[in-house]
């Protein structure tokens, strides 16, 4: 468990890195893949993408928590010859790697967010079509 985690239950980062990565990958795999045209087929992968939002919004809160962490253990340093615009500038590159994982689930986040609002307007304007054609 980290030290710094005020709930007690987040790993180390790089104990949960791997597994975020590999969850990551996943989800990444499913998001790339085109929308059927097929209507019943287009349900099945709206509802597994679905299925992946409680999932992803946790790793969210989880990198978002990490990044938090780092940052708050690299401002502890102090170097006399640092102003602030120099020591926030070491925050910040010190904690690239946590800042680039938390960018790169955010927009697993906008990806599953988007692909749901396609998938309802697809259906929606299906729906509207078969009434058309009947």
Known sequence: MSSKDPFGDLPEFEDWLPVATAKFLELRGITRQPLSDNSVQMQKQLREVEAWQGTVSTMLAEATSYLAIEEERSSQYYHQDEGPGDRKRR????????????????????????????????????????????
């Open 91 to 134: 925050v910040k590159s010190e904690t690239e790697k946590e800042r680039r994982i938390l960018g790169l689930i955010q927009g697993q986040v906008d990806a599953i967010k988007n692909r749901l609002i396609l998938g309802e307007n697809l259906n929606r304007s299906n729906s509207e079509r078969n009434r058309n054609n009947t």
